[in-house]
C-alpha cells in the first residue's frame, strides 16, 4: 500500500507544518510527503497518484480546500482511498466524527490502518463536494472573507466582520431565485439560505441538517425564505443547530439527489469552502464516490 501525504504548508495557524512534520519523521511505515505550492496542486497531485492503478492513500493535510482538491483528484477511482489530517483552521467536514476528531486523525498509525468506507459525493456544476454546497447570504460572506484578507491590517477575525456588515447589513439578506427541489418549485422569489448536505457541518460549525449522512445516497437541501433582519437574528442560531423542522413557515427542505437554481445576476455559490459564480446551478448527487478512511473506532453515524 502506498501512503501519499499531501501537505498544504498554508493552512492552519503558524507551527502547524512543523508540527506535522515531526509526526510523519516518526512514522513505522513507508511513506511520501509532497507539498503544495499553489491552488489546484492537491488535486493534480491526488489525480497523478490515483492515476497510477496502484493502492494508495491519500492524506489531504490541510483544511476543507485541501480535502475538496483531493477529493476531486481522486474521486471515482477504487483503489484510491482519502482521508483528512486537520491542519486547518476549519476542517468542518471531519466534525461529523466528533469533537474529539482533530486527536483522532492526528493519530497518524491509527489513521493508516483504519477502515475505508464508500461515501458519496455532490456534483455542483461539475465541481465535487464532500461537505456542503451553499449559495446564499453565507454563500457571499464566506466569499468575502477572502477578498477582505487581502486588505493591510485586516485580521481573519476582522474580515468575517466586514463581510458580514457588508452582507447582511448594507447589501441585504436575501435574493431573488427560481428554485427547484423535487416536485416544488419557486420563481424569482427572495430567498434568503440554500444549502445541499452530505455532510452535517459547515462555516465554522453551522449544523443546517444534524441527521444528514455521507453515505445514505440522499442529499439534505433546505431553502431558508426571505426574512427581515431581525428576524434572520433570531432564527440563525436555531438554523445552526439543526431546527429546521420547528420553522416550515421559513425553511423549506427536500430530501432527494438534486436541486436546480438561477438567477438573472450571477449566484455565489461555496463548494466546501470553494467558491464559484454562475447565473445557474445544478447541484446533484454524483455518479461518482469517494472511498474515504479514518481510525477505527471512530464514528460518523448521526448521534
Known amino acids: ?45 491526488a489525480r497523478q497518484a490515483a492515476a497510477r492503478g496502484e493502492p494508495v492513500r491519500i492524506y489531504a493535510c490541510g483544511g476543507d480546500g485541501t480535502l475538496n482538491e483531493v477529493v476531486n483528484g481522486a474521486a471515482g477511482r477504487e483503489q484510491a482511498a482519502v482521508t483528512n489530517v486537520p491542519k486547518g483552521t476549519g476542517n468542518d467536514f471531519l466534525k461529523i466524527f466528533g469533537p474529539d476528531y482533530r486527536r483522532l486523525f492526528y493519530d497518524l498509525e491509527a489513521l493508516a490502518q483504519g477502515p475505508q468506507t464508500a461515501f458519496d459525493l455532490i456534483d455542483c456544476n461539475g465541481r465535487l463536494g464532500i461537505d456542503v454546497v451553499c449559495a446564499g447570504v453565507d454563500a457571499r460572506i464566506a466569499a468575502d472573507v477572502h477578498r477582505y484578507k487581502d486588505w493591510p491590517l485586516v485580521t481573519g477575525k476582522g474580515a468575517y466582520v466586514l463581510a458580514l456588515v457588508e452582507n447582511i447589513f448594507l447589501k441585504g439578506i436575501s435574493r ?18 440554500l444549502c445541499v448536505c452530505n455532510g452535517r457541518y459547515y462555516g465554522g460549525g453551522f449544523m443546517p441538517v444534524g441527521e444528514a449522512m455521507p453515505d445514505d445516497g440522499v442529499l439534505d437541501m433546505l431553502r431558508v425564505r426571505q426574512v427581515s433582519l431581525l428576524t434572520f437574528l433570531r432564527l440563525v442560531g436555531k438554523y445552526a443547530k439543526g431546527l429546521y423542522r420547528q420553522y416550515p413557515e421559513l425553511i423549506d427542505h427536500y430530501h432527494g439527489r438534486q436541486v436546480t437554481f438561477s438567477a438573472p445576476e450571477p449566484i455565489t455559490a461555496v463548494v466546501d469552502g470553494e467558491v464559484m459564480r454562475d447565473v445557474r446551478f445544478t447541484v446533484k448527487l454524483s455518479e461518482k464516490k469517494i472511498n474515504f478512511f479514518y481510525p477505527a473506532g471512530a464514528d460518523y453515524s448521526v448521534k
Open 176 to 193: 431573488p431565485m427560481t428554485v427547484q427541489m423535487g416536485e416544488a418549485q419557486w420563481s424569482q422569489a427572495p430567498t434568503s439560505l
Open 1 to 45: 500500500m502506498r501512503h501519499l501525504f499531501i501537505v498544504n504548508p498554508a493552512a492552519g495557524k503558524r507551527g502547524t507544518t512543523r508540527h506535522l512534520e515531526d509526526l510523519l519523521a516518526r512514522l513505522s511505515f513507508p511513506h511520501e510527503v509532497v507539498y503544495t505550492k499553489d491552488a489546484g496542486d492537491a488535486e493534480a497531485l
